[in-house]
């Protein structure tokens, strides 16, 4: 399969393990990796960079055609904590670089746009154990308000102008090499960088919140999984739920324990506590098991066994 691709938002938490996997997938050169700064070095040296602010479609669309560019995978986006802070700026990055990208893509600039959706779609008032793909979604946050359109607009072009626009919401993405910023779901990050660095862990979500959650790896493949997918195995162009583990901080600090016998975590739960408690606890994703034969591998033990390993490495 030849595609070159272009990443919106290579330097932040998915974007870095997402490029690193495309290019060792579809060749260095083949890959273009972009941001507003400079990206770590080993995305600088291994593949194409350009300074692109996602917002700015001139720009985007000159480095499609630099590049003769097929796909762009859109991850700008701030997070659901910081956009509570920055209601005006989160609206205006999540959604003037989505529109910019469809756009494009009904212009025939491109031909397929993966686009991150989030559990954040999802409100107080959706069921919250096994939330199903169509249920209610009153979402409370700006950053769900943006992701929850967003999804429209996707399916929108779809059935409008026949964009092949692929999306899926993410739980919360665990990962160690690079950290994330401003979400609701990054104490389960943290708390293995603090855990190895000083032992004990203050989190700000309660003991017994859970959450869904997923690692890394599971979440790269799984996106790579759906963009490859055939077209007529794409049956929801909003997008699609996606899952494999979720626990609570008291779950995650236990299982940490188990690695480091002295760890311990304290609470000191603040105004992410009401975000975390607007979200389900699990996600039934049988559409995505079913349609493209989505499976996850990382349970809690063995992403625990395996993060650890990494950091002290
Ligand atoms: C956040 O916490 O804002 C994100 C998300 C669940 O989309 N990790």
């Given at each position: 399969m030849s595609e070159t691709i272009l990443i919106l938002g290579a330097s932040g938490q998915i974007g870095n393990e997402l490029t690193q996997k495309l290019r060792a997938i579809y060749g260095n050169d083949n890959v273009i990796a972009s941001d507003i700064r400079e990206?770590?070095?080993?995305?600088?040296?291994?593949?194409?960079?350009?300074?692109?602010?996602?917002?700015?479609?001139?720009?985007?669309?000159?480095?499609?055609?630099?590049?003769?560019?097929?796909?762009?995978?859109?991850?700008?986006a701030?997070?659901?904590?910081?956009?509570?802070?920055?209601?005006?700026?989160a609206w205006h990055l999540n959604m003037?670089?989505?529109?910019?990208?469809?756009?494009?893509?009904?212009?025939?600039?491109?031909?397929?746009?993966?686009?991150?959706?989030?559990?954040?779609?999802?409100?107080?008032?959706?069921?919250?154990e096994n939330t199903p793909q169509k249920t209610i979604m009153e979402p409370s946050t700006v950053?769900?308000?943006?992701?929850?359109s967003g999804e429209f607009w996707c399916n929108y072009y779809h059935e409008k102008f026949g964009v092949d626009v692929r999306s899926l919401r993410y739980p919360g993405i665990i990962s160690w090499k690079t950290k994330p910023g401003g979400g609701t779901t990054d104490y389960a990050v943290d708390i293995y960088f603090k855990a190895l660095e000083q032992g004990n862990y203050e989190c700000f979500l309660s003991?017994?919140?859970r959450l869904p959650m997923m690692y890394m790896n599971d979440a790269v493949n799984a996106t790579i999984q759906l963009m490859q997918a055939k077209t007529e195995d794409i049956k929801i162009?909003?997008?699609?739920?996606?899952?494999?583990?979720?626990?609570t901080p008291k779950e995650i600090a236990l299982e940490i324990k188990k690695h480091i016998s002295n760890f311990e975590i304290t609470y000191q739960p603040d105004f992410r506590q009401?975000?975390?408690?607007?979200?389900?606890?699990?996600?039934?994703?049988?559409?995505?098991?079913?349609?493209?034969?989505?499976k996850h591998e990382f349970d809690l033990a063995s992403m625990t066994t395996d993060i650890l390993k990494n950091l002290k490495a």
């Open positions: 990206g770590n070095k080993e995305m600088m040296d291994s593949g194409p960079f350009e300074i692109i602010d996602a917002t700015d479609k001139e720009t985007i669309l000159k480095n499609i055609q630099k590049h003769k560019v097929s796909q762009v995978y859109l991850l700008a701030m997070l659901s904590a910081t956009a509570e802070q920055f209601p005006q700026k003037t670089s989505l529109l910019a990208v469809l756009d494009l893509a009904k212009e025939k600039h491109i031909k397929q746009v993966y686009w991150p959706s989030s559990i954040a779609v999802f409100g107080p008032t959706t069921p919250k950053y769900g308000i943006s992701k929850i003991e017994e919140t162009r909003t997008s699609y739920n996606l899952a494999a583990i979720d626990f009401k975000i975390a408690d607007s979200w389900p606890s699990s996600i039934n994703d049988s559409e995505a098991r079913k349609d493209w034969n989505w």
